[in-house]
T-cell receptor
Framework: SQQGEEDPQALSIQEGENATMNCSYK?????LQWYRQNSGRGLVHLIL?????REKHSGRLRVTLDTSKKSSSLLITASRAADTASYFC??????????????FGKGTKLSVKP | ETGVTQTPRHLVMGMTNKKSLKCEQH?????MYWYKQSAKKPLELMFVYNFKEQTENNSVPSRFSPECPNSSHLFLHLHTLQPEDSALYLC?????????????FGPGTRLLVL
């Protein structure tokens, strides 16, 4: 069953603006990761946040995690046209023998207009 | 992106054909994965291999047959596929299948079944 659910499904902004994407999940997690996918390509790992962390930064990326609300957000500051891609959250909920397997959401399609 | 390579990048096959997808990782990882990505659906985990042993088969139809001869190579053998099997097939690897591992993806094979 689907674990992560991103919203919005699509987001269109101007270059220089900030982009915020949200992810909600259903069961308890150990970690939550964000990935990026350029059109028709493989996914690229962006950042991992552990269940005991509330916020993490990496360059222009800021990720927050609220385990009480079972939600996470990814903020991209000062967006660039090159940030245009789909962004996915993935959780590694523990399912007995499937420990560590990632469950992905449907993704948010971000379009940054120059 | 050269850490995980996939061939071919594009494949068109008829329902009676037999073909194979190949994945190779140059990262020294011990775990490898096959995912299916269809339009407007979450990324679906198909198979997981850890130290060449299959640890996960996510109820995948038998017309998909994985093979992992060593920790660096992963194949997906295809036979008598259906048009609904058309999708982007992504291979990934990680150091292990433990919690908190980020996965490294190949560029994918775009498969079209006629």
């Amino acid at each position: 069953s689907q674990q992560g659910e991103e919203d919005p499904q699509a987001l269109s902004i101007q270059e220089g603006e900030n982009a915020t994407m949200n992810c909600s999940y259903k069961t308890s997690i150990n970690n939550l990761q964000w990935y990026r996918q350029n059109s028709g390509r493989g996914l690229v790992h962006l950042i991992l946040i552990r269940s005991n962390e509330r916020e993490k930064h990496s360059g222009r990326l800021r990720v927050t995690l609220d385990t009480s609300k079972k939600s996470s957000s990814l903020l991209i500051t000062a967006s660039r046209a090159a940030d245009t891609a789909s962004y996915f959250c993935a959780t590694d909920a523990y399912y007995g023998g499937s420990q560590g397997n990632l469950i992905f959401g449907k993704g948010t399609k971000l379009s940054v207009k120059p | 992106e050269t850490g995980v390579t996939q061939t071919p990048r594009h494949l068109v096959m008829g329902m009676t054909n037999k073909k194979s997808l190949k994945c190779e990782q140059h990262l020294g990882h011990n775990a490898m994965y096959w995912y299916k990505q269809s339009a407007k659906k979450p990324l679906e985990l198909m198979f997981v291999y850890n130290f060449k042993e299959q640890t996960e088969n996510n109820s995948v139809p038998s017309r998909f047959s994985p093979e992992c001869p060593n920790s660096s190579h992963l194949f997906l053998h295809l036979h008598t596929l259906q048009p609904e099997d058309s999708a982007l097939y992504l291979c990934a690897s990680s150091q292990s299948t433990g919690q908190g591992e980020s996965q490294y993806f190949g560029p994918g094979t775009r498969l079209l079944v006629l």
